[in-house]
């Protein structure tokens, strides 16, 4: 069965530091793993994804997740945090392996502030 | 084109009863996935239709349950509420290959 583990479910930077969300992911084959944003009052939009491919993928808003199997991780990063960029960030990976639309399991989401 | 729409907003209902949640998918999906979202917690999936038909459950009892019309719209239907259904119910539409793409959500409250 898979899950994901998000590592610390606050994170606080200064506005132009480097912003580093621990993700963990756990499937019996090879995943597609998520990142999506959550504004408050908000539903999620996707950052970005992974399905196989290249792994160093690009999302928007600058945000980047690397895919490590050996470490089973897919840690999402940006170089230099924005006051906009404060939101709950959701690691998600989904059930079907190799599709993106089937059921998607979440982390437990991490709440990322940004200090000026 | 249109993104994913939910109605409503808000809702407030009380132990017992049974709320009617809808979703409008964005145009062309065939599939819709509703997912629960506790406060402070990450989004758990409910169910996801295809094509009107039921196409996978998560760990939810029987009184929730769902419709997907030929328009792909979708409803989600909660009997017997219960304190713990108070959530953020998000749905979400996909088409064949696509991601799933996210509606604002309805926030129920129950007393």
């Known amino acids: 069965a898979q899950s994901v583990t998000q590592l610390g479910s606050h994170v606080s930077v200064s506005e132009g530091a480097l912003v580093l969300l621990r993700c963990n992911y756990s499937?019996?084959?090879?995943?597609?793993l998520f990142w999506y944003v959550q504004y408050p009052n908000q539903g999620l939009q996707l950052l970005l994804k992974?399905?196989?491919?290249?792994?160093l993928v690009k999302g928007i808003n600058g945000f980047e997740a690397e895919f490590k199997k050996s470490e089973t991780s897919f840690h999402l990063t940006k170089p230099s945090a924005h006051m906009s960029d404060a939101a709950e960030y959701f690691c998600?990976?989904?059930?079907?392996?190799?599709?993106?639309?089937?059921?998607?399991?979440f982390g437990q989401g991490t709440t990322l502030q940004v200090k000026p | 084109e249109t993104g994913v729409t939910q109605s409503p907003t808000h809702l407030i209902k009380t132990r017992g009863q049974q709320v009617t949640l809808r979703c409008s998918s964005q145009?062309?999906?065939?599939?819709v996935s509703w997912y629960q979202q506790a406060l402070g917690q990450g989004p758990q999936f409910i169910f996801q239709?295809?094509?009107?038909?039921?196409?996978g459950r998560g760990n939810f009892p029987p009184r929730f349950s769902g419709l997907q019309f030929p328009n792909y719209s979708s409803e989600l239907n909660v009997n017997a509420l219960e304190l713990d259904d108070s959530a953020l119910y998000l749905c979400?539409?996909?088409?064949?290959?696509?991601?799933?793409?996210f509606g604002p959500g309805t926030r129920l409250t129950v007393l």
């Open positions: 992974y399905t196989s491919a290249a792994t």
């Open positions: 998600a990976v989904s059930d079907q392996g190799s599709s993106n639309t089937g059921k998607l399991i």
């Open positions: 979400a539409s996909s088409g064949t290959g696509d991601e799933q793409f």
């Open positions: 145009s062309g999906h065939n599939t």
């Open positions: 499937s019996s084959v090879p995943p597609y």
């Open positions: 239709y295809y094509r009107e038909e039921e196409n």
